[in-house]
């Protein structure tokens, strides 16, 4: 079925699983490996709208927050992903970025948690780093998660207990320390009150580690933690599609996620999170440090 059909569909009623019904983990082997190529070939085809998108720059719309927009786009690919995962589990709960996280109960039962267009500010600029992610959680925490770069032809995947993979090749976090490090971060723009605290962190790290790096995708940085191109990420305000998909591909390579404080992340808020190579460790936060007045 081509693009187009498939969204002139997408205002059909959808089953939003109202009573959480819980189900087996991913059933059998076959069908974990039948339902994850089902989503890495739909997450590819979307891909292609984000390849052959043009005149954007007419097809932006401002939300709330500084620098924080959708595109048609973002919609186009998000109706596209409810309807298409939705046939394939279709009690499922859905949580995507064009939705409300207090709207979409994610705690009980299946539940697919998407970003369209992460990195939405670059791919309206033509910056060409923007992804599309998918996860499936059950009972609140991701069991699956699919991000796909198409401008670098690179698929990451991941089933929990399975490890994480690109383009079908197994990956590993790094065996690097934070001296050996790269750093990885996002400046939680929609967020002024958070900006010097993020660079406050950012200089933290930085000035025991090698570099620096600022991509403007958390699912992309956290790929890349995932397959040991980079050592350290943090972002001081991220939403659960912009890493719950990311979170389980770090922890399938051998990473660690958690808060600035090594506590563990949640799946149903906005939150503090990191990621790490495994001889990373946390360092004492900056208000410990006294940083920040």
């Known amino acids: 079925m081509e693009i187009e059909q498939i969204r002139e569909q997408t205002d059909e009623p959808v089953n939003r699983n109202p009573q959480g019904q819980t189900a087996p983990l991913l059933g059998t082997d076959a069908q974990e490996e039948t339902l994850l190529k089902q989503i890495i070939e739909l997450v590819r085809e979307c891909g292609t709208i984000l390849l052959s998108a043009d005149d954007i720059q007419r097809k932006i719309h401002q939300k709330t927050g500084k620098g924080n927009f959708v595109t048609d786009y973002d919609s186009k690919v998000q109706a596209i992903l409810e309807q298409r995962l939705l046939k394939l589990i279709p009690e499922a709960a859905f949580l995507g970025e064009e939705d409300r996280m207090d709207h979409t109960d994610i705690s009980r039962g299946y539940a697919f948690i998407v970003d369209p267009i992460d990195g939405t500010a670059n791919f309206t600029r033509g910056y060409?780093?923007?992804?599309?992610?998918?996860?499936?959680?059950?009972?609140?925490?991701?069991?699956?998660?699919?991000?796909?770069?198409?401008?670098?032809?690179?698929?990451?995947?991941?089933?929990?207990?399975?490890?994480?993979?690109?383009?079908?090749?197994?990956?590993?976090?790094?065996?690097?320390?934070?001296?050996?490090?790269?750093?990885?971060?996002?400046?939680?723009?929609?967020?002024?009150?958070?900006?010097?605290?993020?660079?406050?962190?950012?200089?933290?790290?930085?000035?025991?580690?090698?570099?620096?790096?600022?991509?403007?995708?958390?699912?992309?940085?956290?790929?890349?933690?995932?397959?040991?191109?980079?050592?350290?990420?943090?972002?001081?305000?991220?939403?659960?599609?912009?890493?719950?998909?990311?979170?389980?591909?770090?922890?399938?390579?051998?990473?660690?996620?958690?808060?600035?404080?090594?506590?563990?992340?949640?799946?149903?808020?906005?939150?503090?999170?990191?990621?790490?190579?495994?001889?990373?460790?946390?360092?004492?936060?900056?208000?410990?440090?006294?940083?920040?007045?």
């Open 128 to 293: 060409n780093v923007s992804c599309i992610s998918v996860a499936l959680a059950l009972d609140g925490r991701p069991v699956l998660g699919v991000i796909h770069n198409p401008y670098q032809k690179e698929t990451f995947h991941a089933i929990r207990g399975k490890g994480a993979y690109l383009n079908g090749e197994k990956i590993s976090a790094s065996d690097r320390s934070l001296e050996e490090g790269l750093i990885l971060f996002g400046t939680a723009p929609y967020h002024e009150e958070l900006t010097r605290k993020s660079f406050e962190v950012a200089y933290h790290y930085m000035s025991r580690a090698q570099d620096l790096r600022r991509s403007g995708s958390a699912a992309i940085d956290l790929c890349m933690i995932a397959c040991g191109r980079a050592e350290f990420f943090f972002e001081l305000s991220l939403c659960p599609w912009d890493y719950a998909a990311g979170a389980l591909l770090v922890e399938e390579a051998g990473g660690i996620v958690s808060d600035l404080q090594g506590q563990p992340i949640s799946y149903n808020r906005k939150q503090t999170v990191t990621a790490r190579a495994p001889k990373v460790k946390l360092l004492p936060t900056c208000e410990q440090q006294h940083l920040i007045p």
